[in-house]
């Protein structure tokens, strides 16, 4: 496996896009200790390997900042997807699974190309069948 190049490729904020990059927040999981994680193949299955520090998130109440995909139509979103950078193409994921959150809400969030803050139950997937790594339920949109 090539070694990993550190600000390049997908999961990585390009400086060529026309979106601002996240800003730094306190209050909200960072980006860099989710996608900080290895890899195994298991069953002939590539399956994720957490970091101490990631599993300490699993089924506790958390914030995470990101960029709307949403999975549905409509200005109003109650099931999407929440990137560490924004997207760069409408088909395209602008990363892997380590750079993403399924998140399922309360109540319905405002689409934004913008940034969104969500808070929610986070759950670390051991095994999901589509291939997720990480999945907030519960949440609600957060100023």
């Given amino acids: 496996m090539p070694p990993h190049v550190q600000g390049q490729g997908a999961g990585v904020h390009s400086p ?21 994680i290895k890899t195994e193949v298991k069953n002939k299955r590539i399956t994720p390997v957490y970091t ?6 699993n089924q506790k109440t958390q914030k995470v900042q990101g960029f709307m995909l949403p999975l549905g139509p409509g200005e109003q979103q109650r099931h999407f997807l929440l990137a560490s950078v924004p997207p760069t193409c409408s088909f395209c994921t602008p990363g892997g699974p380590e750079s993403m959150i399924e998140v399922r809400t309360k109540a319905p969030v405002k689409y934004s190309l913008n940034a ?28």
């Fill in 52 to 57: 101490p520090g990631v599993q300490a998130l």
């Fill in 16 to 36: 060529l896009s026309p979106f601002a990059p996240l800003k730094p927040r306190e209050d909200v999981v960072p980006w860099s200790l989710l996608t900080d």
């Fill in 116 to 143: 969104v803050v969500v808070e929610g139950t986070f759950h670390v997937l051991q095994n999901d069948p589509y291939g997720l790594y990480y999945r907030m339920t519960e949440a609600v949109g957060v100023k």
